[in-house]
Nanobody, 121 residues
Framework: QVQLVESGGGLVQPGGSLRLSCAASGSIFSINSMGWYRQGPGEQRDMVAIMTSSGDTDYTDSVKGRFTISRDNAKKSVYLQMNSLKPEDTAVYYC???????????????WGQGTQVTVSS
């Protein structure tokens, strides 16, 4: 059984900052990529930032220079530092982790429960 627990969302004024955290637990054998996605009202879920096991990163264009993804392999955790937040960043943010349990032959994607980020004055 694998669980992803997210924290760090909330209400922030435009220009402010938030830091999201996502911790994985359970019978995890190895972790591949870790990333963050977001879904606004009436919209599809889109990738925000991804980090591979080797440390390579990718960001959607709208957050480049403002958001930073990082991970702590020992803690099985991924973080998203969000600076200079804009109203259009308002969404539910989900972490996604591709990992193998001891019973898996291939990595499987797991999702967090989502955390609301609201940017408003």
């Amino acid at each position: 059984q694998v669980q992803l627990v997210e924290s760090g969302g909330g209400l922030v004024q435009p220009g402010g900052s938030l830091r999201l955290s996502c911790a994985a637990s359970g019978s995890i054998f190895s972790i591949n990529s870790m990333g963050w996605y977001r879904q606004g009202p009436g919209e599809q879920r889109d990738m925000v930032a991804i980090m591979t096991s080797s440390g390579d990163t990718d960001y959607t264009d709208s957050v480049k220079g403002r958001f930073t993804i990082s991970r702590d392999n020992a803690k099985k955790s991924v973080y998203l530092q969000m600076n200079s937040l804009k109203p259009e960043d308002t969404a539910v943010y989900y972490c996604k982790v591709r990992l193998r349990t001891r019973w898996d032959t291939q990595p499987t994607a797991y999702w967090g429960q989502g955390t609301q980020v609201t940017v408003s004055s």
